[in-house]
Each structure stands twice: as C-alpha cells, then as structure tokens.
C-alpha cells in the first residue's frame, strides 16, 4: 500500500466533488473562453495596460467585433472580466489564472480532439497516433507557458548549484527553458531534442529571439533513437547536465524497455554529472472531496493515448533499479509534479 502523502492547498485544489452538472458544463465552456482570449492577446493587454477599450482592440487585431464581445461577455458571467461600457479588466480571479493559463492551452489547444473523441477510441474506432493526434505546437506551448509561471524559480534554485558547460534538455517544447538558462550562464550552450517538427520549428524562433543564433540548437529527434538505436545529436554527449520536464512517462511507454530507460540515459550522456528530470504523478486516492487544476486532465489524456503514468514512489524505485542516486525530489509547482533530482550512484 503506498504511503498518504499530506498535500499542500494547491494540490488539494478547490473544486468540489462532486461537480454538479451546472458546475462541469460551464466549466467545459469557461475553459474554451479563457483559452479563446489568450490566444487572441486581450488577456496580455489586460495585464500589461490594466484595461482594454474592446472596439479599439477588435480594430487594432482585425477581429470579429461581434465575436470578441460575446467571448467578453461569457468571461464576465464566469467572473473573469468586469465590464463598464466597452472598457474591460481582470477581475481578482481573471489576474489568477495568468499563473494557470498554460493548463489551459495545453488542455483545450493541445487535447480537444483527444478528449472529444473518448468515446470513438474506447469503441476501438479511432486510435492515438494513428488517426487521432494532439496539437503538438499547443501542448509544447502549453508546458512553456506553465513552465514560466510555476517552474522556472524552482528550477532555477536547482540549476544554480550546479556547474555546466553543455545543458540538453529531452522533449524541450519550443526550447524556451534551454535558452533562457543557457543565456544566464554564459560561456555554456545548449541543445533541446523534441520529436515534434512544429514544436522544433518554434524552438528555432525562441532561440532567435534570446539572440542564441549557434549557442542553442533546436533538434528535432526521436529521444528514444538516441536511447536505443545509436542516433547521435552532435555534441549531446558532451552534457554536462541533462533535463526532461513532463516527458520522462513517454520513454517508459514500452513495458518490454522500461528498466532500460534510466541505465541507457546514463550510457547516452556518459559525461552528465547531474540528471533532472520533471514529471507529474498519479494523483494520490486519500479520500479528498476536492480535485486540483491539471491532475484528472493529465490522467485521462494519457489514458487515451495509452500512455501509462506512474506514482512518486514508482519513479523512485525505477531510478533506484537504473543506478541512479535520488539527490531530492522537489514539488514542483503543477498539481502533483516533482522536480527529480539524480545523479549516478
């Protein structure tokens, strides 16, 4: 039986359960909305200026006035926006989620048909990854995006004890994270590895815009070829440190590989001194009434997708089996996730 764990507030969460039909329909619908005006910009405008003049907004954008205002609307009836004429601004709860807008786009940009379409894969009718995919720019957008909000200071307390001069980090997204830890430690450079071409494409703009033009490469690469299939990337090898956040449960989806992972990622960096690997965990049944952001929608997409995910103590004792020391395990920031601390043992 695996040990209770006392959680902290935010991974308790504030939802009660269970949801009443009201309560999950407008949620459904919130979620839709939020990530609707984020990714239109009103939400950064209402941040960066305190209000927005919505018609200026509309013209300034070429938008749909029409469209804009109902979005508007609905936020203000979710309690997101307070609305006075055409002028808007962020209620005290609109301000909070800009901390968890990441969830959002990773759920309702990076997973809608995924989540839409339970049913059709429970039938067998439709399978993930072969007619049924996720929005690969959406999710490694999402993860940026929660990376900055919740991670980043936690990571940095991390990467601050540790002396590098090659940093690679595994499913990096859009390589936010790589360059922005390799822009304040200069004399280093880094690599981020992702298996998405759009993702990799974004990265290359995120190293543009750091002005890291040859310091930091965006890769597009099957980490797993690297593991098991000698693929080499020019110059990983050389790491001194290596990272993976919210990807480490991809490498372990093939049960007949698994205890193989942790001793091939060692052999793959053989000069890596430190391994910090992020990932969330099965959230732990102790008989709460409330759920947190993010949890049950990371448990059910990876459901869906096949993917298994497993409990804190589970990763621990795969690190253990794969001769790695487990220096900490640090809470980090999402619902659920922790920040791994290893090196060999």
């Given at each position: 039986m695996s040990p209770v764990h006392t959680l902290t507030a935010p991974w308790q969460g504030e939802a009660q359960t269970p949801l009443h039909p009201d309560t999950a329909f407008n949620g459904f619908v919130c979620a839709h909305v939020l990530h609707a005006l984020e990714r239109l910009g009103l939400f950064r405008?209402?941040?960066d200026e305190g209000?927005?003049?919505?018609p200026s907004f509309c013209r300034e954008h070429h938008l749909d006035h029409a469209v804009v205002h109902a979005l508007v609307r609905a936020a203000e009836s979710f309690g997101y926006l307070a609305v006075s004429g055409d002028r808007v601004r962020a209620t005290r709860t609109g301000e909070e989620v800009r901390q968890a807008i990441g969830f959002f786009t990773w759920g309702v940009g990076g997973y809608h048909d995924v989540f839409a379409n339970?049913?059709?894969?429970?039938?067998?009718?439709?399978?993930?990854?072969?007619?049924?995919?996720?929005?690969?720019?959406?999710?490694?957008?999402?993860?940026?995006?929660?990376d900055s909000a919740l991670m980043r200071h936690l990571l940095d307390q991390e990467i601050s004890r540790l002396d590098f001069t090659t940093l690679v980090d595994l499913g990096a997204g859009v390589s936010e994270r790589v360059s922005r830890l390799v822009k304040a430690r200069p004399g280093s450079r880094g690599i981020g590895i992702d298996i998405s071409k759009s993702a990799?494409?974004?990265g290359a703009e995120t190293v543009e815009r750091y002005g890291l033009r040859?310091?930091?490469?965006?890769?597009?690469?099957?980490?797993?070829?690297?593991?098991?299939?000698?693929?080499?990337?020019?110059?990983?090898?050389?790491?001194?440190?290596?990272?993976?956040?919210?990807?480490?449960?991809?490498?372990?989806v093939d049960p007949e590989r698994r205890d193989q992972v942790i001793p091939r990622l060692r052999a793959a960096f053989p000069k890596a001194n430190t391994f910090l690997l992020g990932d969330t965990?099965?959230?732990?049944?102790?008989?709460?009434?409330?759920?947190?952001?993010?949890?049950?929608?990371?448990?059910?997409?990876?459901?869906?997708?096949g993917v298994p995910i497993y409990t804190r103590e589970a990763y621990e004792e795969l690190f253990a089996k794969g001769g790695m020391h487990l220096r900490s395990a640090v809470p980090f920031g999402a619902p659920h996730t922790y920040l791994f601390v290893l090196e060999a043992a």
């Open positions: 405008r209402v941040e209000s927005v003049e919505v339970a049913a059709a894969v429970a039938r067998g009718e439709r399978r993930f990854g072969v007619d049924l995919h996720r929005d690969e720019g959406m999710v490694a957008l999402g993860s940026a995006q929660a990799t494409e974004l040859g310091t930091v490469e965006p890769v597009c690469a099957d980490v797993l070829d690297i593991l098991f299939n000698d693929h080499r990337v020019e110059g990983a090898d050389e790491a001194d440190v290596v990272m993976s956040f919210m990807f480490l449960h991809d490498l372990l965990t099965v959230r732990p049944r102790n008989g709460e009434d409330t759920l947190p952001i993010f949890s049950s929608g990371f448990e059910l997409a990876h459901a869906l997708m």
